[in-house]
């Protein structure tokens, strides 16, 4: 019978809300308050500034290509390379087509599916097949070659970008 006590009496509890509580919790809604306020502010003071179209990236980083001179060099992996990557970079922008990680018959099939105008396809996956040859297939193209597959990947730009009449 030692372990089982009997009930204690109900304990008021005197004295009233603390002021100084009362005061804190107001400031700390105030200072919410204001900054939910400035930061609205803030986020209304910046325009969004419209996406850059895909062609005007993709010409810029073909001359970023053409400027870096690796021809001239002797990186011929390295130009086909990034070649390639500014073409898939510009398919996606474009078409919104994942086309970095996959192959060009892959490609290929994804935008014959997307009913993408045939003549686009075609000069996309022939770009690409050149491309592939000197990537996997360790073909050594000629400095004309060279220069012809750069003229292509400005072509398929071209020729993808939708002509404004005034």
Known sequence: MDDIRPLKDVVEISGRFPALLIIVLILAALVIIVFIYFKKQKVEEKPALPPRPAEEIARNALSALKEAKLMEKGLIKEY???????????????????????????????????????LYVDKINDFLEDCDMVKFAKYAPSEKEMKEVYKKAEEIVEITTPKITT
């Open 80 to 118: 086909y390379i990034r070649l390639s990557d500014i073409i898939r970079t510009y398919i996606e922008n474009k078409y919104r087509i994942f086309a970095m990680d996959r192959t060009t018959w892959e490609l290929f099939q994804e935008m014959k599916s997307k009913k993408i105008e045939r």
